[in-house]
């Protein structure tokens, strides 16, 4: 290996030696002095750096210490950085604070002195590996104007963020900092080091600034280049594949994405363990799905899975979703072009990738709905194709309202727990718990979700026609009832056994293996001291006669043949239906799990080893003890190597093309509030194991099993994903708790590593508080 030309030491040190060696990017003039020459004699120190010609202006004093930038911990943004330094005492104020904010600062330490760089167009901090995973992605982080210190310290709005593949030449930055991956592979060359933290930024002029350089902390191994490049290629041929085959979806182009319709990011994560992914499609996303559109008057998708892999990552395949959105009575030919229509406006507005329903696709005909069909006369949809899918989607909404399909569902469910002899005596295989899952748990639950999604978006048009007050629909969804309020008053009326006979079987992982049930470790979710006895009875809502009359008004402006009363009827029993239904399936998902975990015991295998096998692996075992034990070995073999390739992968939220593996910048999200109500509390990050005991809850996908969060009395909730309609949504609408559901990653990190927020529901706004 040759020998670097540039040695990482000190940020000052390494800066000084970048001078006039680095050729993409410029370095700032410096001056740097350590803590012996300052305390030997500051006045002399103050001369040096006043006489340069670049110190007539503002300066900028910054840290340079010797443990700022080590090799195997960085204290990035840790130490005093003081802008806007203006003559001689200013600057020896300055350089005294910098040194203390050392705390006990060793006499090598240093402190920088440069030019301040006024009016950046942008600043950011880029690395030369993924610093999660160690793959070699040139990841860029950056936001228009500020400091680089502000982006360490993750206090920057408008945060931008793109990963593109660092050995090819296809994934191209955006044109505001186009510049930084030749000078991250240009500091590469000059440092012999392989992993980097650079921060950098651009000034006025446009001319690329080199403000930092230091080594990346991974924890993770090095993934090598070449490896890494058959795995991605591998990943972009699979998605070329899949575009092209055949399928009862409609339409030409489709698009894959993280978040929309089933959305995993929400369900089991981005990157779940093979059982977990296995199992959601088994219970959920290859079959299940369709049956219960089917059932409620959709397209006919029954056989073509909704959910696929990308050497395990999973999307949601987005033409199946909105082909499975079309009611069936819409001409093929018509429903052909609206698929294509919605999948095209979803790739020209990626942002919209977790509101496909609300915002994207009309699936249903509500009180309201006319507005966004009028949309689709932009799209070249004629006034004869626009009545036609109205017709059908008003025929749809008013026999699901009118109809039993719902009740049948709640029926249905009921079966669930019908004693059956196999069960008794615990011999029920892990394939037929999971039939009689599909067949009275998820497929009512399937039916009852698509109920209560148009519920809701009825709810809403409620609403937003004033026939209802935005207190109203709160008042209304807290006298469902539902689980979430059930918990928070059980957890106070009930003794400990019986509120864990109840809820115990809840976990916050619903497919995981890995993830504790509420009764396998209660004192990590509850805190039983805390307990408050019942809380009082809350008056239930019941509509004025005005607002009957309106809402009758509203039914027969829209066209639709059912009344007031069973409207509400139905919109409340759907939202209780979902919710109740989630509940009692999650049951059966839990008990076999742990039915999986003692057969993995049999044989030998731990709750690790049989997070990694496939579900139809244990599904499929043949009964003979020496054979069954040789394949559960095999998978979780087999599991654990492709779930540590798709460690290594970094993908887009939304892949609408081969190409977009390569490169890509991460989408900006649009937040849903959830209650108009305003918090301020400090931020507990529930995932890292904080207590969130009067916290604002911080937690990146919250499904049923997270529902012990309200019982430890939390002010506010934000979520990485999730959707206006989605379990936590419904249940903080409930109870009244400001929220922010689906922040995004970008703004989920930013939130969850303040020290306090501040959450006005009202205005959508967050603050992050000191």
């Known amino acids: 290996m040759a020998v670097p030309e540039v040695r990482l030491g000190t940020k ?82 300055a350089v005294d604070r910098v040194f203390a904010s050392y705390g006990e600062p060793d006499a090598a330490d240093q402190v920088l002195v440069q030019p301040e760089l006024l009016a950046p167009r942008l600043s950011g901090v880029a690395f030369t590996r993924d610093p999660n995973g160690g793959a070699p992605y040139t990841v860029i982080n950056w936001s228009e104007g500020g400091l680089t210190d502000t982006v360490t310290g993750g206090r920057v709005d408008g945060l931008r963020c793109w990963y593109g593949a660092r050995y090819s030449g296809r994934a191209r930055p955006p044109e505001p900092v186009a510049g930084v991956p030749a000078l991250l592979a240009e500091l590469r060359r000059l440092t012999g080091h392989d992993r980097l933290d650079v921060e950098f930024a651009v000034s006025a002029e446009g001319e690329l600034i080199l403000l930092q350089v230091r080594p990346l902390v991974v924890t993770a191994g090095t993934v090598a280049e070449a490896a890494h490049r058959t795995v991605l290629a591998g990943v972009a041929d699979e998605i070329a594949a899949a575009r092209t085959r055949p399928a009862e979806a409609l339409g030409e182009r489709t698009a894959y994405g993280v978040m929309p319709d089933w959305n995993p990011a929400e369900m089991i994560g981005l990157r779940p363990r093979p059982l977990a992914l296995s199992l959601y499609r088994t219970l959920i996303t290859d079959r299940t799905w369709a049956r219960a559109r089917y059932r409620y008057g959709y397209r006919d998708l029954r056989g073509t899975p909704l959910l696929v892999d990308f050497s395990g990552l999973p999307y949601i395949d987005v033409r199946a979703s909105v082909s499975s959105l079309i009611p069936a009575t819409v001409d093929r030919a018509l429903a052909a072009r609206l698929a294509e229509h919605w999948v095209g406006t979803l790739l020209d507005r990626p942002h919209l990738h977790d509101k496909l329903e609300s915002r994207v696709v009309v699936s249903a005909l509500g009180l309201g709905a006319e507005d966004r069909l009028a949309e689709l006369a932009g799209a070249g949809f004629g006034e004869a194709e626009r009545t036609a899918l109205a017709g059908s989607l008003r025929a749809l909404t008013d026999r699901l309202v009118t109809g039993g399909l719902w009740r049948e569902d709640l029926d249905r469910l009921r079966a669930l727990d019908v004693p059956d002899a196999a069960r008794d005596d615990g011999a029920e295989e892990p394939a037929a718990k999971a039939r009689r899952c599909v067949e009275y748990g998820t497929l009512p639950f399937a039916g009852l979700a698509r109920a209560a999604f148009i519920a809701t978006d009825l709810l809403d048009h409620l609403v937003a026609a004033e026939a209802l007050s935005p207190e109203d629909r709160t008042d209304f969804l807290g006298d469902l009832d539902m689980v979430a309020s059930g918990l928070r008053r059980d957890f106070g009326a009930l003794d400990r056994d019986a509120f864990l006979k109840q809820y115990g079987h809840l976990r916050p992982g619903t497919y995981d293996i890995l993830s504790p049930r509420y009764d396998e470790d209660p004192d990590r979710y509850f805190d039983w001291s805390a307990r408050t006895g019942a809380e009082p009875h809350r008056p239930g809502f019941a509509p004025r006669p005005e607002q009957l009359r309106r809402i009758e008004r509203l039914i027969a402006e829209s066209g639709f043949t059912f009344d007031a009363a069973r409207l509400l009827e139905f919109i409340g029993t759907a939202i209780w239906g ?103 509390a400090r931020v507990a990050d529930v995932d890292a194991g904080a207590d969130p005991q009067g916290a604002i809850a911080v937690v990146a996908s919250a499904d049923p099993g997270y529902d012990w969060l309200f019982a430890r009395g939390i002010r506010g909730l934000v979520t990485a994903y999730g959707g206006a309609n989605s379990h936590m949504a419904i249940r903080c609408t409930e109870l009244g708790i400001p929220a922010v559901i689906g922040a995004g990653e970008m703004l989920f990190r930013k939130w969850a590593a303040a020290p306090a927020l501040e959450i006005d529901g009202a205005n959508g706004l967050v603050t992050v508080l000191p």
Not at 605 to 634: H, K, W
């Open 12 to 93: 000052g040190d390494t800066l000084a030696g970048l001078i006039g060696r680095v050729r993409s990017a410029r370095v700032l003039p410096l001056a740097l002095h350590d803590l012996a020459e300052w305390e030997s004699d500051r006045e002399r120190v103050l001369d040096r750096v006043l006489a340069a010609p670049w110190a007539s202006g503002r300066l900028i004093v910054r840290s340079s210490a010797g443990a700022e930038d080590a090799a195997a911990e960085s204290l990035a943004g840790r130490f005093l950085t003081v802008p806007a330094v203006a003559g001689r005492d200013d600057l020896a104020a």
């Open 578 to 680: 979902r919710e109740k239904a989630k509940f009692e399936f999650t049951r059966v998902v839990s008990d076999l799990l742990v039915d999986i975990r003692e057969l993995g015991a049999r044989y030998g295998l731990g709750v690790d080893d049989l997070s990694f096998v496939d579900f139809p692996v244990l599904a499929g075992l043949s009964g003979e003890p020496s054979a069954d034990a040789r394949a559960l070995a095999e998978a979780a073999e087999r599991g654990r190597a492709r779930y540590a390739t798709g460690q290594t992968l970094l993908l887009p939220p939304l892949i609408g093309d081969p190409e977009d593996v390569w490169g890509f910048q991460a989408l900006r999200a649009q937040p849903n509030f959830v209650t108009r109500g305003r918090v301020i």
